[in-house]
């Protein structure tokens, strides 16, 4: 039996404070992941007055298991890189928001963030480093049926599948990867693209061979995904001779790649054609005092050592316009 | 054959060592032992040798009747976290933290035993302030990094009020269970059977849900 245990579990020198709704703040830093924590540390040890507001802190790497490339661990999950991101932020006295979301940004000379509970903060500059989230495939039943047989997660959930029938949707990386750690526990595995081919690396695509209970269904799309507790079945359409059919499946877990997390700036930043915040290379969007960092904007390679550096540069950059304003 | 290899004991040591006060851990298992009662049975045997200040009592489900019904344990295995005093705070786990579960469960410890992160004022307001019995099931399995969390959230007001308890559950352990709930992702948060969300939340959002009730 393994056992992953992180190491800090309780950290009591955490100084942290609530946000306050009557303070004008430096920097509010929207977006808890690697891009945001970095940006966070770096403005509290420039001493200007920083708030911190998220959904949740680690972002997508708190989803992820093992981490290989971010420099000074072999190794570490996710979850521990999380902690120890967190416990460097938290030493420092920073305004912090945690469980609601970012629903919009005003600009102005005075800037505000508007979260989903209705709080409103307001800042001389902000750093958006939102993230990614997992990219939905819009159609009847995925979110009415989330978390009842429509999944995302396919470490997390796959064990409750056992023994039963699913669909996995996307040919990619994410999408063979979810299939492989069904096809050993499920009845049997439905592979879902929507392209002629798989884009997985030819490793995976490999792994997959073992299996005798998958089974990759190409140039085919959802329709709609039916259900009433939970998922009975999903339907497909053949793209090429237009023929519907339906696959008796209890779960379909959706791995179509990201999006970034953006609509509470349209209109605010300039996006790209990915609905990415265009930065140039020292952080700026087209809004002065509005920086960004991480995947949520243009720039390429959405990696945890690339956002961390992308957010101390937002940091840098922040401070520096609050200096000259 | 133990289930700590050196290197994890050794981990699990130096996690424990903040420990303040003494915490006690009952696990409820039966005679025969199902395979989940055996391991959990192994698990806190091998976790109460790695600090002097965790103790470990067993009770038996079918013939210690008095004590299940104390504790409010309906099903096996079960692990109730007393603190010092042997006093309960409504804190369970149904079924072996093991995985990343292990983190809940140390914190849950650490916790119990007095070493806390001081909540907000705002937020142990809220708290003091539910009256209701409230009773949280939260569904994780082993394999899914930020279950811990939401089980953490959930024992942490537990901790704080009198009137709330809060069970770990492990879905592949209580099938029956996570099927009654429409469990299929994780970590999925039950309160009075009513109330539920799919994911992580903090206290403040978790106790948005429980007003709720």
């Known amino acids: 039996m393994e056992f992953n245990l992180s190491l800090s579990a309780v950290a009591t020198d955490h100084r942290a404070v609530p946000m306050d709704k009557n303070k004008v703040y430096d920097v509010i830093i929207a977006g808890g992941g690697p891009a945001a924590m970095t940006a966070a540390v770096y403005c509290m040890r420039k001493g200007v007055a920083a708030g911190f507001v998220t959904v949740d802190i680690g972002g997508q790497v708190g989803e992820t298991s093992g981490i290989e490339n971010y420099l000074g661990f072999n190794y570490i999950e996710g979850s521990q890189l999380v902690e120890k991101f967190a416990g460097q932020m938290k030493q420092f006295e920073i305004g912090l928001s945690e469980g609601y979301a970012v629903t919009e940004i005003k600009d102005g000379r005075e800037k505000e963030v508007v979260l989903e509970n209705g709080d409103r903060y307001r800042a001389k500059s902000i750093i958006l480093a939102t993230g990614n989230r997992w990219r939905k495939l819009n159609v009847p039943g995925e979110t009415e049926l989330t978390g009842r047989g429509v999944a995302y997660c396919a470490i997390c959930d796959a064990p409750l599948f056992a023994g039963k029938k699913v669909a996995v949707v996307g040919g990619g990386n994410t999408g063979i990867e979810s299939a492989i750690d069904l096809a050993k526990i499920a009845e049997k595995v439905t592979v879902i693209q929507i392209l002629d081919r798989l884009t997985a690396d030819k490793v995976l695509i490999d792994a997959m061979q073992q299996f005798n209970n998958m089974e990759v269904l190409l140039l085919h799309e959802v329709k709609e995904i039916q259900g009433d507790k939970t998922v009975h079945a999903v339907v497909v359409k053949d793209t090429v001779s237009g023929g519907e059919k339906s696959l008796d499946v209890q779960g379909i877990f959706i791995s179509i790649g990201l999006m970034p997390n953006t609509d509470m700036v349209k209109g605010v930043v300039e996006l790209n054609g990915f609905g990415e915040i265009v930065v140039d290379c020292s952080c700026k969007t087209s809004a002065p005092g509005i920086f960004a960092a991480g995947d949520v904007t243009s720039v390429p390679y959405k990696q945890i050592i690339i956002a961390a550096g992308e957010g101390a540069k937002a940091a840098l950059s922040a401070c520096d316009y609050i200096l000259k304003e | ?213």
């Open chain 2, 1 to 213: 054959m133990s289930l700590f290899d050196d290197k994890v004991k050794k981990q699990l040591q130096e996690a424990l060592k903040p420990m303040v006060n003494n915490v006690n851990l009952a696990l409820f298992t039966q005679t025969l032992e199902c395979n989940t009662c055996r391991d959990t049975h192994l698990f806190l045997g091998e976790i109460s040798e790695l600090s002097d200040k965790l103790t470990l009592t067993v009770w038996n489900f079918q013939t210690d009747k008095d004590k299940a019904e104390q504790y409010g344990v309906d099903k096996i295995p079960a692990i109730v976290v007393l603190d010092s005093e042997n006093r309960d705070h409504g804190i369970k786990f149904y079924g072996l933290p093991g995985g990343y579960e292990i983190n809940s469960f140390i914190r849950i410890i650490l916790e119990m035993s007095g070493l806390k992160e001081q909540l907000p004022d705002d937020l142990m307001k809220r708290i003091q302030g539910i009256k209701k019995d409230i009773h949280i099931q939260v569904f994780i399995s082993l394999t899914c990094p930020y279950c811990p969390d939401a089980v953490s959230a959930a024992h942490r007001l537990a901790l704080e009020s009198e009137h709330i308890k809060a069970d770990m559950v492990e879905s592949s352990t209580f099938v029956p269970l996570a099927i009654k709930f429409n469990v299929s992702s994780v970590p999925k948060t039950v309160i009075n059977g009513t109330q539920e969300f799919v994911g992580t939340n903090p206290l403040g959002k978790v106790l948005d849900f429980i007003e709720k009730v």
